[in-house]
């Protein structure tokens, strides 16, 4: 059953802390917060807004255009741009929404960033290990090197060609059998998408919880950043740490989202491109970044890169920190994490 038809996993990385305060600075008690909640994207939406009485509708205005961006993304959604994409690979180029063209775009160069470490050409490996079905796992034994290489050979973001004329914007994958999966990109762009929505409204003051990624509007009321739980990869429902954001987004990748348990072993939905097998050796990624897009690609490709190189990318992108627990609850954070004070 295709993962459309899934029920929605619920299970979130990163929380607002702040659900529930009460504005003290002058002229923020007049604000008044406006919040709707649902499940998108498979996982659970949040949008909180702080305004006037006009602005009650805003929450629902977002819902709408963030449902709007997810039917053009949405892989498992087969009247979406990207399925046409995956239907038209080796064949022909797609006419596709400007939208999913910026989303694409914006993939492309985090793939190229972390040298295809985050690759959202991955559905065929994704397919392979079992993780595109209604319950993960594989029925069979595992594939063998054999099949791994040659899956491997589908999975290569390079060959994703982006143009425009003047009908619009197109897309082509060259190989027949290639697929994207924006399972690692999609809930960071459309949450970007929601603030971008409320900020060409005059909103100042908003959250978007898109499962593992926050992004901020502004700060709080007061004037204060909104203050982030950062889970405890372990034991859920405790933090690891708590952060400031402000007009930053935040995401974590964690092996406890989607995983299945073969041989023993915790085997997790993040694949490594580079051997075509499923990354077991981080519990969590974490990254903050100016925009969501940003934060939830490159919190998929620290998973993969691990703590050294991922730490060695994340140090040179200014307004980027990272936090990683590898798989023996080992803590190690950039330079300017901003919160040193972390309990595993
Ligand atoms: P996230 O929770 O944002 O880290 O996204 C995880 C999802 O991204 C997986 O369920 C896959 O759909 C997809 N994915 C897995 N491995 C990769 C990878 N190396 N690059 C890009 N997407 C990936
Ligand atoms: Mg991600």
């Not at 994207?41 to 006009?54: A, M, R, S």
């Not at 491109?273 to 490159?298: E, F, H, K, N, W």
């Amino acid at each position: 059953m295709p993962r459309a038809f899934l029920s929605y996993s619920f299970k979130i990385s990163i929380v607002c802390i702040c659900s529930y305060f009460f504005c003290s600075a002058a002229g923020a008690q007049s604000l008044k917060l406006h919040r709707q909640s649902a499940p998108l994207l498979h996982t659970f939406v949040e949008v909180k807004v702080y305004g006037d009485n006009q602005t009650q509708t805003i929450p629902s205005q977002v819902f709408r255009e963030m449902e709007r961006v997810n039917a053009l993304l949405n892989n498992y959604d087969a009247t979406s741009d990207i399925s046409s994409i995956n239907a038209a690979a080796g064949k022909k180029a797609v006419l596709i929404h400007q939208d999913t063209f910026n989303a694409l775009s914006n993939a492309l160069n985090y793939s190229a960033i972390t040298n295809g470490a985050f690759d959202f050409t991955v559905g065929p490996l994704i397919e392979l290990w079992g993780f595109s079905r209604e319950h993960p796992g594989l029925s069979g034994p595992d594939p063998d090197d054999q099949t791994i290489s040659r899956v491997q050979r589908l999975v290569d973001y390079r060959a994703l060609e982006l143009k425009s004329d003047s009908k619009g914007p197109y897309a082509i994958l060259k190989n027949k059998g290639m697929r994207i999966d924006v399972g690692a990109f999609a809930k960071g762009f459309i949450a970007d998408t929601a603030i971008n929505f409320m900020r060409a409204r005059n909103i100042s003051s908003a959250l978007v919880a898109a499962g593992g990624t926050i992004c901020a509007l502004g700060t709080k009321p007061d004037g204060q950043p909104w203050m982030i739980g950062i889970r405890h990869p372990r034991n859920e429902g405790t933090f690891l740490t708590v952060i400031p954001l402000h007009d930053q987004s935040v995401s974590t990748s964690g092996d406890y989202e989607t995983f299945y348990v073969k041989g023993g072993k915790r085997r997790t939905h993040i694949i490594d491109p580079r051997t075509g097998m499923p990354v077991s050796t981080i519990q969590s990624a974490t990254v903050i970044a100016p925009y969501g897009s940003a934060s939830d690609a490159l919190s998929t490709a620290l998973f993969v890169m691990g703590p050294k190189d991922g730490l060695d990318l994340i140090e040179q992108l200014p307004g980027f920190e990272a936090l990683m627990v590898s798989a023996d609850g080992d803590v190690v954070f950039s330079s300017g994490w901003p919160q040193k004070t972390i309990t595993y």
